[in-house]
């Protein structure tokens, strides 16, 4: 199904290097959000986006960074100071304040 | 910021028997609180959301209930069946001019046959 995609589904990355995530919408979302999904922790978040070249950062933003150049994307960069950056990334979007958020199929990310 | 924490972290009910997953939350300007559920290899979807204007919503087998008061909310699935075996979430927006969506940690529900 459409609406939200993310790529790729797998990544794979040594340790050291920077790697982006990418997140398009083509639901007209003004809202866009990454979160971070790990076994028995939920999903954290770590930055979202009100409107376009604008971003706040979430819970846990230390070591990620975000760019929102266009309303359709908002990809996000996981840096080289992520101390632990194994984990499965979802992206999400909202039309606005307090709706439902449509949720990406997720991209997973190993760094070896 | 808003703390949504979310007890049970795992349920195993059997089939035919009700389920109910409760959570609370911290800032008492949240206003918004959706449920997801999450099929194992899939994304999250929305299945019921509730507003602090209302108490309590139903859909077929599904009932949200929120406490302002207490700043707690609950789902309620009655008769399980096999496919509603999933990970549940709640989550809470922060306030009424932020997209803030926070989440609880999550209840892994297990439908017995």
Redesign the interface.
């Known amino acids: 199904d459409g609406g939200i995609t993310q790529s790729p589904k797998y990544l794979f990355r040594k340790e050291g290097q920077n790697v982006t995530l990418s997140c398009e919408q083509n639901l007209n979302h003004d809202a866009m959000y990454w979160y971070r999904q790990d076994p028995g922790q939920g999903l954290r978040l770590i930055y979202y986006s009100q409107i376009v070249n604008d971003f706040q950062k979430g819970d846990i933003a230390e070591g990620y960074s975000v760019s929102r150049e266009k309303k359709e994307s908002f990809p996000l960069t996981v840096t080289s100071a992520q101390k632990n950056p194994t984990a499965f990334y979802l992206c999400a979007s909202s039309r606005q304040l307090s709706t439902e958020a449509f949720f990406g199929q997720g991209t997973r990310l190993t760094v070896v | 910021?808003e703390n949504v924490e979310?007890h049970p972290?795992t349920l195993s009910v059997q089939e035919g028997d009700s389920a109910v997953i409760k959570c609370t939350y911290s800032d008492s300007a949240s206003?918004?609180f959706?449920w997801y559920k999450q099929e194992l290899g899939?994304?999250?979807?929305?299945i019921i959301?509730i507003?602090s204007n209302v108490g309590e919503k139903k859909d077929q087998r599904i009932a949200v209930t929120l406490n302002k008061t207490a700043k707690h909310f609950s789902l309620h699935i009655t008769e399980t069946q096999p496919e509603d075996s999933a990970v549940y979430?709640c989550?809470a927006?922060i306030s009424?001019?932020?997209?803030?969506?926070?989440?609880?940690?999550?209840t892994t529900v297990t439908v017995r046959a």
Request: charged share 20%.
């Open positions: 910021g979310q972290s206003n918004y959706p899939k994304r999250p979807q929305l959301d507003r979430f989550a927006s009424s001019n932020d997209y803030k969506l926070s989440f609880g940690a999550g």
